[in-house]
């Protein structure tokens, strides 16, 4: 078994390096490959392959931790490889008591992998749990049992759909002190049923096997110029044979049979590959049928299926057709086209109050059908159809569609609604898609009916309907309505990114009284409806007919051409102000949703060329915008509620300031205030004006508070939220005019002093050579600036940035430094009061020395953070390649990342774990198995946060004679401080042994 596993984990890193520069060239050091594929890691760390690399080596070496990453990918991703192996690692390491909840669900819903390892892990756990015996499916669809030595085989039976079979063995071999059996006479049935196995009329641990989990399709399929193309694979079925059907959607002839790829022989992969396959048009028998659909041999559909093969070639010769008549020669056949709408156009022609239906004009309003297709989901379904019965008027119904659902708690739920006063349930006879099912349900809708399609996956709340239909009847020519929504891409809210969380009901009942009581009664228009909520105006409906069936499939898409045929016909699409539905958005197909998205969006510009350009252009206007913001100073005021806040003015960078302003954020809050984060936004408004961004230090999200910074809405804000006081930070990134601009406010203020960036361009007072600059006159000053340009990208002159700079720290109620060494170098520019105030409470150093070591010992040296030229980049890449050349006893190792890790890395003595979070740092720091820290930074640092985690951690600290690390260790102890400018001999021999440097 230890040698199956490490010569698994010996392959798969091998497969890896083909992907991974770092992992060349290949190790045979399996800990040293760990190391790096940790490192990789934290470079992306959703890398679900390397996730699996370090498991399988934390397995090799016999580290425990290896269940960490595979427990992860068995539950976060389709990973039979990661499953297997967990059984793997439960049994090396003796976790009997979590391993049969883990293997019966194995063998339930995975086809065998490495079928004479799996017999044994399968056997030896059987045993341990004191099972007489176990089954499970062959990739091939075959049953496989093991009996423990000595069991009777007579009485093995299987069972499925209320019918028992006696079975027929053959023996396999002996495994692990058990006997496995192949049932002979067993075949696999298409519609995929659960198969019981049993002994002596018991079921085996694994039974019911769930035949569907372990064949479960996913699939995907669109037309190209050379045939159909798309993927497909059965993720729990890794060897499995990748069988394609094609037959006419409009029976059952076959037009295509074929295996389509070549069957896996190694299946170290974290989850299955998928398929890619093209069938060239030739290979497709009858193809004239208008549809076809594409499956697996279980008759799975792929989605993207059904789907036209010859729509674009129809549409072209309509096309040509059109033409032809239009402008025919003298001798030219007309020839009527096969359809009559050739060229779509993206502009909407505006009604003429006479060109409208007549029903249009009249005051009349319509009943409403509410169309809610169903398919998945049984909570959601179940609250949104309860929640529209809930608040449905008089004039108001219901058509609920089954569209064949696999949940019975679904098709339960259904049949005890459908005898309720207001709602039809239809049911389709197989699984047909959004589309068609939706269509079933706008084909019920009466001609004085209006209607709303609705997602079943939606949270309507009180007045909904009222609210959408009053949008509607605002105009005579509009045609649809959509509300906003937590998930509904362009009517998205709070982020119109749609990337906000699910709401619950009572927090979309909140959103849509706000709303109400806004009561915002304008017209926006917008370039296309939402299907998971949109009202259709029964005469734009009868006018433009249903959703396309031809060409959207399962869905995405299907809306926005209709919007798009509708705006033809001279409809306008408008969004609903005044009301906010909840959405859980895509759950049937999630998986599918980037290929449907970009499938169909690429039919949709060539059914409406220019749609996606139609779109983008909305999108950058955003129209919305203000009423986003809006909303959210509406709900910003109702938190804030009497309270103090506090503005924290600062930049839009990380790092030190960064972490330092989210640390008094909190702080203010314990203080029962709330604060307001201001950074710059980029320059990227439509009226061209750089702009400010309010960001609450509350748990709820307000994403929309972006106001120019160059009028008076910052400060009306701050005003109207009861502003206490500002804090000044940095004006990095929005510029020292704009921070004068709100140091004028009237408001008391404070300045924090968190880099020299007030008098100094560069901001670190570093100059040529990357080195500390000395800080010399202004023309020296003047010249670094014309020669290395502006770290703080604020163009303003030296002496007006310098004369801004003292008169908003003069006018400050008090300028604040972390040190006497920032103080210092302040008062040396600007003739200003500071008071000094350390950014973190004192840390006890008392017990942390330099410690002997033999002079033979490897000292391992700590850096934490992101090291870049300032924090001493240059100084530790010579100083790892003199280590390297010279063999001195010195390695370093790196929690956290820098500028160029590939240099560093190259010369063998530097480890880099790379980006953490913060909760990892201490168990990375103790993995390092360090002696003492490094601070090689070259500016004068203002605090040095790392210098805290060092001596946190109890490590010493050796950092040069500059800045605020050099004054605190001079002033607590806990570390050494040498000169700036040493040869690099020098450093190497004081970080061999700096207690003897101390002592000497």
Not at 407 to 424: H, K, N, S
Not at 440 to 452: C, P
Request: with cysteine.
């Amino acid at each position: 078994m230890d040698d199956f596993i490490e010569g698994s984990a010996r392959r798969y890193i091998l497969s890896l390096s083909s992907r991974y520069d770092e992992l060349l060239p290949p190790s045979q050091d399996l800990a040293l490959v760990l190391g790096r594929l940790e490192y990789l890691q934290r470079a992306h760390p959703s890398a679900r392959d390397i996730m699996l690399g370090i498991g399988l080596c934390r397995l090799a070496i016999g580290e425990p931790r290896a269940s960490e990453p595979l427990e992860y990918l068995s539950l976060h991703a389709t990973s039979p490889i990661a499953r297997f192996f967990l059984l793997l690692t439960r049994l090396r390491f003796g976790a009997h008591d979590r391993t049969f909840g883990e293997l019966r669900a194995f063998l339930r819903e995975v086809a065998v992998v490495y079928e004479h390892v799996a017999f044994v892990v399968f056997s030896i756990l059987s045993g341990a749990h004191r099972c007489g015996g176990w089954c499970a499916m062959q990739p091939d669809g075959r049953i496989v049992i093991g009996l423990e030595d000595g069991t009777d085989n007579d009485d093995i039976r299987w069972r499925h759909d209320d019918t028992e079979y006696q079975a027929e063995l053959r023996l396999v071999g002996g495994f692990g002190g058990f006997s496995v059996y192949e049932i002979t006479n067993f075949e696999l049935p298409s519609h995929l049923p659960a198969i019981h196995v049993l002994h002596n009329g018991r079921d085996m641990l694994g039974s019911a096997l769930e035949s569907r989990t372990i064949w479960r399709c996913e699939g995907f399929v669109e037309g190209s110029s050379e045939g159909l193309t798309g993927w497909f694979r059965h993720p729990n079925n890794l060897a499995s044979v990748d069988h394609v059907w094609v037959r006419a959607a409009d029976g059952d002839t076959l037009l295509f049979d074929g295996v389509l790829g070549d069957v896996a022989t190694d299946f170290l992969v974290a989850e299955k590959e998928r398929t890619a396959f093209l069938i060239p048009w030739g290979d497709l028998v009858g193809v004239e049928t208008p549809c076809v659909r594409v499956m697996d041999r279980f008759q799975q559909e792929f989605y993207g299926s059904p789907l036209d093969p010859l729509a674009g070639a129809r549409y072209a010769r309509a096309q040509a057709q059109w033409v032809a008549r239009t402008f025919p020669t003298a001798y030219s056949k007309v020839t009527s086209p096969e359809f009559n709408q050739p060229f779509p156009a993206l502009y909407t022609p505006q009604f003429a109050q006479q060109g409208l239906p007549a029903a249009c004009r009249e005051a009349r309003r319509n009943r409403v059908a509410v169309i809610i297709p169903v398919y998945k989901g049984y909570e959601v379904t179940k609250e949104c159809i309860e929640l529209a019965l809930k608040w449905r008027g008089p004039d108001e119904r219901l058509v609920v569609i089954n569209d064949f659902s696999p949940d019975p708690r679904i098709v339960d739920f259904l049949e005890t609604v459908a005898g309720q006063e207001g709602i039809t349930v239809l049911c389709n006879a197989r699984n047909r898609g959004f589309t068609y099912s939706a269509n079933r349900g706008l084909r019920e809708v009466g001609g004085d009916e209006d209607a709303i399609l609705l997602n079943s996956d939606t949270i309507p709340p009180p007045g909904w309907i009222g609210k959408l239909r009053d949008a509607i009847y605002r105009a005579p020519d509009i045609g649809t309505a959509t509300p906003l929504s937590n998930a509904a891409t362009i009517f998205s809210y709070p982020r119109n990114d749609g990337n906000n969380p699910i709401p619950s009901y009572d927090e979309v009942v909140e959103l849509s009284s706000m709303l109400e009581e806004i009561g915002n009664a304008e017209i926006v228009e917008v370039p296309t409806g939402h299907g998971f909520c949109m009202y259709i105006r029964a005469e734009c409906l009868h006018q433009t007919g249903v959703l396309r069936e031809d060409v959207f499939a399962q869905g995405y898409g299907e809306e926005n051409d209709f919007s798009r045929r509708a705006a033809s016909l001279g409809w306008r699409h408008v969004v609903c102000l005044g009301t906010y539905v909840g959405h859980a958005e895509g759950q049937s197909f999630s998986a599918f949703k980037g290929d449907l998205i970009r499938r169909n969006l690429g039919l949709l510009n060539g059914l409406h060329p220019g749609y996606d350009r139609l779109v983008n252009e909305w999108q950058k206007r955003d129209p919305l915008h203000r009423f986003r913001r809006e909303l959210d100073v509406r709900r910003l005021s109702q938190a804030v509620a009497g309270r103090h806040t506090v503005a924290l003015m600062t930049h839009d960078r990380e790092g030190g300031v960064h972490r330092f302003v989210q640390e008094r954020a909190l702080a203010i809050v314990e203080d029962g205030r709330i604060p307001l984060i201001i950074s710059p936004c980029p320059a990227d408004a439509p009226d061209g004006y750089p702009r400010w961004e309010v960001v609450p230090y509350l748990a709820d999200d307000y994403p929309n508070i972006i106001l120019s910074r160059r009028g008076p809405d910052l400060r009306e804000l701050l005003l109207s939220l009861n502003c206490e006081k500002m804090e000044i930070h940095s004006y990095i990134g929005a510029g020292i005019k704009d921070i004068h601009w709100v140091s004028l406010f009237g408001l008391a203020y404070d300045v924090y002093l968190h880099d020299y960036s007030w008098f100094c361009p560069q901001i670190t007072l570093v100059s040529h050579n990357n080195l500390y600059c000395g800080e010399p006159e202004a023309s020296a000053c003047e010249t670094c600036v014309m020669d290395r340009g502006r770290a703080t990208s604020d163009d303003t002159a030296l002496s007006l940035l310098r004369e801004l700079s003292t008169d908003i720290l003069r006018r400050a109620r008090a300028v604040i430094a972390s040190c006497e060494d920032v103080a210092t170098r302040y008062r040396r520019h600007i003739d200003v009061a500071i008071v000094l105030e350390q950014w973190e409470a004192p840390v006890t150093t008392q017990d942390i020395i330099f410690r002997p070591r033999h002079p033979t010992d490897i000292r391992r040296i700590l850096l934490i953070g992101a090291i870049g030229i300032e924090k001493g980049y240059d100084i530790l890449l010579r100083l790892a390649r003199y280590v390297a050349s010279t063999g001195l006893p010195l390695r370093f190792s790196i929690v956290g990342f820098t500028c160029d890790d590939s240099r560093l890395l190259e010369t063998g003595v530097v480890d880099i774990t790379g980006r953490y979070a913060e909760n990892e740092l201490t168990s990375l720091i103790q993995m390092q198995h360090c002696d003492w820290g490094f601070l090689p930074a070259v500016w004068p640092e203002t605090w040095s946060y790392v210098l805290t985690e060092f001596w946190r951690h109890k490590f010493p600290v050796v950092t040069f004679d500059i800045g605020a690390p050099a004054e605190r260790i001079r002033m607590a102890g806990g570390g050494l401080v040498i000169p700036l400018h040493l040869p690099v001999a020098s450093l190497a021999n004081i970080l061999l042994n700096p207690a003897h440097f101390i002592q000497s």
